[in-house]
């Protein structure tokens, strides 16, 4: 599991999520398949140390096939779903809500590994090899939601991938191409100064000049009243 989340953070970037999402949730689900497949054909329902179990008996080469095709999922997690599960979240939220909502999805993933860990044991308790086939659908499943709905984030800032969800592309994730939603370093900076002098910006600056202007006014016609009635009583003297 470590050894094979090594290469997965070195090239998500040059891979990118969605080729990662996707190979990772098919390549899972046909593993599990497999093993509920081999276990089904050539298991039964047996007892160990007293406990209703169900084991594979006289298949030397199935068991270890077993083995190895459970590593094969394990690998299979550790460079695409394990890391990029984390990545995603945190690159498809908009600044304003981010905080929370990458909160809200780890929470999220930390509750269900916790379902996980609950429900299994008593799956495999009951139903056996089924399990596999309830968790290989699952998979699938994710496969057919993240083609349709979770576009690239690689190479995109955080308002570019925002550009791409105002943009619609409900269900075509799959039709986005790399340049949707990137922009040059100009386009951010006059975006950026256009941003900075907003309507109700500009409508307070406006008001605050104004009161200037009038309290200059006002200020120069008091000293000009001032030096008039000074004059005349000098005339006057």
């Not at 084991?55 to 080469?61: E, N, T």
């Not at 139903?127 to 998979?139: E, P, S």
Request: aromatic share 14%; glycine share 8%; hydrophobic share 45%.
């Amino acid at each position: 599991n470590v050894v094979f989340t090594v290469p997965a953070i070195i090239y998500i970037d040059k891979w990118g999520r969605r080729p990662m999402l996707l190979a990772g949730t098919i390549l899972m689900g046909f593993w599990l398949y497999l093993v509920g497949g081999l276990q089904g054909r050539y298991g039964a329902w047996g007892e160990v140390d007293g406990s209703r179990v169900w084991v594979i008996s006289g298949h030397d080469g199935i068991t270890k096939a077993i083995i190895v095709f459970s590593y094969f999922f394990v690998c299979s997690f550790a460079i695409t779903m394990g890391p990029v599960s984390w990545t995603y979240p945190a690159e498809i939220f908009p600044m304003r809500v981010r905080a929370k909502a990458v909160s809200v999805s780890t929470a999220t993933n930390w509750l269900f590994n916790f379902a996980l860990a609950w429900a299994v044991p008593p799956g495999l308790s009951s139903i056996a090899y089924k399990t596999y086939f309830i968790f290989g659908t699952f998979n699938f499943a994710a496969f057919i939601h993240i083609f349709f709905c979770f576009p690239e984030t690689a190479g995109r800032t955080l308002e570019e991938i925002e550009e791409v969800f105002e943009q619609g592309h409900m269900f075509t994730a799959w039709k986005i191409p790399r340049h949707v939603g990137q922009k040059t370093l100009e386009e951010v900076v006059n975006k950026k100064q256009t941003d900075s002098v907003s309507p109700s910006h500009s409508s307070a600056m406006l008001e605050y000049v104004l009161i200037g202007l009038n309290g200059s006014t006002t200020t120069t016609t008091a000293r000009t009243k001032r030096r008039e009635r000074r004059d005349v009583e000098l005339s006057g003297a």
